[in-house]
């Protein structure tokens, strides 16, 4: 098993897997929605499949991701947090921070 926790840790992880968010993903778009290279979501998107947080679903020559139920509960959790840290952490030095 691989440590999710280094790996969320990462931003190019944490990209890639809030931007699953529909019932037919595929690579190419998550590469063109994150800005980051087709080779790299592979390796981190098999990593995701090890853990039982991803499926793959073959159809012809394309290949769908989707969340399975672990990765819907870790992905909602991880949507919260990051909007959590986006917006209650200051932006500057000296700028007070936001509490709600």
Do not use: C, W
């Amino acid at each position: 098993m691989i440590d999710l926790t280094k790996m969320f840790l990462h931003e190019a992880p944490k990209k890639i897997f809030i931007s699953i968010n529909k019932k037919k993903n595929y690579q190419t778009d998550i590469a063109k929605q994150t800005n980051i290279t087709y080779s790299h979501i592979s390796l981190v998107l098999n990593k995701f499949n090890k853990n039982g947080l991803v499926k793959f679903k073959k159809q012809g020559r394309k290949k769908f991701i989707n969340l399975t139920l672990k990765g819907k509960k870790i992905q909602d959790i991880l949507i919260k947090l990051n909007h959590q840290l986006t917006y209650n952490t200051p932006k500057q030095v000296g700028e007070k921070r936001e509490i709600g």
